[in-house]
Structure formats: C-alpha cells, structure tokens
C-alpha cells in the first residue's frame, strides 16, 4: 500500500473516531451522511421528470431541506421530479423528521439486537431526553405514533383527493402528503409551487392539514404523555406536557386573529374573502407558520407588518422532540416567565405551582441568543450575496432556520452562495444550535471553583 493512502486512512479512521467520541458528533456525522446520500440520489437522472440530472447544488439544497423537513425548494417538486425523486424526498422527510438514530433503533429492535449503551446515549441527544430510562420503549411509541398517525393522515387525503383523480394519484398524493405535513416538511405535489392555495377554503383540507401540523409540532414526548391517559384519566399530565399545550394553544390564536386584523382589507390576499373563509385561512397561517411550510394564501402578498408577525411566529416555532424546528415552545414560555418574575421582583420562575431550576432558564436565554446570532449572521450575509429587500431575506433565513420552509420567493433566485448559506441555516436549525456547538467544541469540565461575586448595572 502506498504511503499516501494510508494517510488518507489514518486521516478517515481518526475523523471517524473524533466523531464516535461524544453523542452530538455522531448526530452531526449521521445527518451529514443522510443529506450527501439523498443528494446522491436526487441528482440520479431517474430522480428528474425529464431524464436529465440537476445539479448537484440544487440536489443538495432539495436534500437538506427534506432531510431538515425544511420544505424550502429551488424547483417545483410536483413537477421537477419523478416518482423516484419523490419517494427519496418523503424517505428523507421521514428520516429527518422523527431522527435517523430512532430509525436505526427500528431495524436494530426488528433484528432483535441489543441496544447498546452508547447508542442509547445518541437516542437521548436525539429525543432532547434528560436521561437514558425509557428510551427504548419512548422510540417504539415515536415510531407507532408517527407510522399510525400518517396512515390516518394519508387515508384522509385519499379521500379527499379521489374528487379531483384516479384512486392511483389520489394514494399517492396521500401518501406524499400525509408524511410532508405531519414531519412539517412542506414539501407538496400541487405544482406551479401553488402548495394548498387550491383548497385555501376548503374546511376539510384545512382541518385535515392542521390536525397533522400541530400534532407533528407537539412533539412525540406530549404525544406519548397524552396516549398514558387512556390508562388512567386522573393521572396529571407532565410539566412539560402543560405548557406545551397551552402556549402552543395560545401562540395559534395569538397569531390567528394578528394575521386577520392586520390582512382584513388586503384584497391580496384574504380581503375579498367572507367573514367565515377570512377567519379559515387567517388560522391555517397561523399555525402553518410554526413551522408546518404548507400555505393556501401565498405569503408575499401579505401586507410587511403580517410578513414581520411571521417571522417571530417561525422562530418561535414547534416544540421540542417535534418534527418542527425554532427556538422552540417551551424555551419561549421560559423567557416570558423569567420576565414576570423579574417584573414582580420574584427570584424563581415558577409554572403550575412548579420552581423552574436556574439551569433552565440559563439554557433557555443561551439558545434564544445563538438562534438569533445565527439568524442574524445569516441575513447579513445573504444581503451581501443576494439582490432583494431585507424583510425578504430576513424572513428567508429565519424560515430556514426555524425549518418552517415559507418563501417570499427569494429561493429559486438565490445565488451558489446563498444556497449555501440557506443548506447551512437549515442544517444547524434542525440539528439544533446547542448540539451542534457541543459537537465541534473540545470535551468540557465543570468547573472546580467559583469567583467572587461582583456587580454590574443592568438597564
């Protein structure tokens, strides 16, 4: 053997053992390997509609924001790509969306191999779970929840499509769909990037949709708390569980009713409408926005004030162990109370009668400020590469980093360099700042003493 390949072997094994070395570098390392795979195979001739291979910026842009479950595109998918191309986008989404190490666990319980420790140290980082317990019985209930839940989903868009084509399309479309909308993917087979906006006022699609959206942003732990109750309807539901439901059940009426007093009399988008489709499209957008991606009203009609309320609405996001991405619920409910306590001189943040640790709240404050440095370095950025308006590509990188996957138009005018920073948005969006800074920073020790305590004016 040569002496420089085995150099180059020395260099793999030593990359490869850097990246074994700690749960978020095999996380980093596994999405890596899905998205150049997927990329892969989407630049495959059989992959395109018309025979011929896109190129590979393109096929790694589509492949990241499937795999980030993203939705973002530079070419219509209905159109652009072949059946093949299409179930290699809905094999990413699903991989992306519910974790490619639960999926690993799938075929590892299906073999009958044991679960190793390391591995479920990898599972814990995956499912954002504070320990080991119950990981393994938690990703059989992921993988039911999410296989049962599509199933339904699918079942309904059949029927619902079966109006307007054969049964063979109808399933398809289903199928397709059912897996987009409930990983909030937001990918769609519509064509002409029209997305929903032929069922903007129909009942059925839009509840349908939404059902899965916001069922797929709660995220698989209040799925799997929500499913215990069918044992015991007195048992209380968690902690988390709670103020999952309710900011998420505050942030869709919230961003509901802002979106329909501010579009009222906007003939662009809902103005022409009745009272009745006025409010149906205002509460789609609403929740879609979180990080769903799937839209009946395209939003560069929207009037700059509705277009900025959905920016903060995509940063904000799903919640954690979900399929969507953002700062995440529950972070947002932890800075709000940290507010309130602060306001009514209360040293504890304190939720249903619980004490938040400061730890907590120390995590909450942490990644609320690297999604904003990253958000804003982005932006800045894609101003320098890109000729648009700056809410435009404001709300270009926050939909990609919130993985929400809604566009003002702006990505299938986008330069190599700024598909390149949009690949990297979406990337560290759905890995998660957090890991992804754990993951390329050196081993860390706690600290074996404390300084002396010294003071500072706030404010």
């Known amino acids: 053997m040569r002496e420089s390949e085995k150099v180059g072997i020395d260099l793999v094994n030593k990359v490869i053992r850097w990246f074994g070395q700690s749960p978020p570098r095999t996380l980093l390392l596994g999405f890596v390997f899905i998205i150049l795979l997927g990329a892969q195979l989407l630049k495959l001739p059989a992959a395109s509609a018309d025979g011929h291979s896109i190129k590979y910026i393109d096929a790694l842009f589509t492949s990241t924001s499937a795999t980030c479950v993203t939705g973002l595109v530079v070419y219509d998918t209905g159109t652009q790509f072949s059946s093949f191309g299409h179930w290699v986008i809905a094999a990413l989404v699903q991989i992306g969306g519910i974790g490619f190490m639960t999926m690993a666990t799938l075929f590892a319980l299906i073999l009958r191999r044991r679960i190793s420790l390391k591995e479920r140290l990898i599972l814990q980082e995956s499912l954002n779970q504070g320990s080991i317990e119950g990981l393994v019985r938690l990703v059989r209930k ?6 049962a839940i599509e199933l339904v ?3 309904l868009y ?4 079966l109006f307007d084509m054969n049964f063979g399309q109808a399933l398809y479309h289903g199928i397709f769909h059912s897996i987009s909308v409930f990983n909030n993917a937001g990918f769609d087979l519509s064509g002409n ?3 929903f906006s032929k069922y903007s006022t129909d009942l059925y699609m839009n509840v349908v949709s939404m059902l899965l959206i916001i069922v797929g942003g709660f995220g698989f732990i209040v799925l799997s708390d929500l499913f215990d109750l069918r044992h015991n309807l007195k048992r209380r539901l968690s902690l988390h569980t709670k103020v999952v439901l309710i900011v998420s059940g505050i942030l869709i009426v919230v961003g509901a009713v802002v979106i329909f007093i501010f579009e009222f009399t906007n003939s662009h988008s809902i103005g022409d409408n009745g009272f009745g489709k006025k409010t ?9 926005t979180r990080s769903g991606g799937v839209t009946t009203v395209d939003v560069a009609d929207f009037r700059q004030a509705t277009q900025f309320f959905i920016i903060i609405l995509m940063f904000i996001g799903a919640s954690p162990g979900s399929t969507g991405g953002g700062i995440k619920t529950t972070t947002f409910a932890v800075l709000v109370g940290a507010v309130f306590a602060m306001i009514r001189g209360k040293e504890d943040v304190v939720m249903f009668r619980f004490r938040l640790a400061q730890e907590r709240v120390y995590k909450a404050v942490t990644v609320t400020l690297f999604c904003i440095g990253i958000v804003m370095l982005g ?11 700056f809410l435009k590509i404001l709300f270009e990188s926050t939909s990609a980093f919130g993985t929400v996957g809604l566009s003002m ?15 990297m948005l979406m990337f560290i969006g759905r890995l998660g700042p957090l890991t992804l800074t754990y993951a390329l920073a050196p081993k860390l ?13 706030i404010g």
């Not at 932006?379 to 308006?389: F, G, H, Q």
């Not at 138009?409 to 690949?423: C, E, F, H, P, R």
């Open 142 to 147: 992921v993988i039911f929840f999410a296989l």
């Open 153 to 155: 989903g699918a079942a």
């Open 158 to 161: 059949t029927g619902r499509f």
């Open 193 to 195: 990037s029209s997305s």
């Open 280 to 288: 149906l499209v205002s509460i789609f957008q609403s929740v879609t």
């Open 379 to 389: 932006t800045m950025i894609l101003c320098t590469t890109e000729d648009a308006a």
């Open 409 to 423: 138009g702006l990505t299938g005018q986008l330069t190599i360099a700024g598909k390149l920073t949009i690949i």
């Open 445 to 457: 020790e706690k600290a074996r003493y404390r300084h002396a305590e010294g003071k500072i004016i």
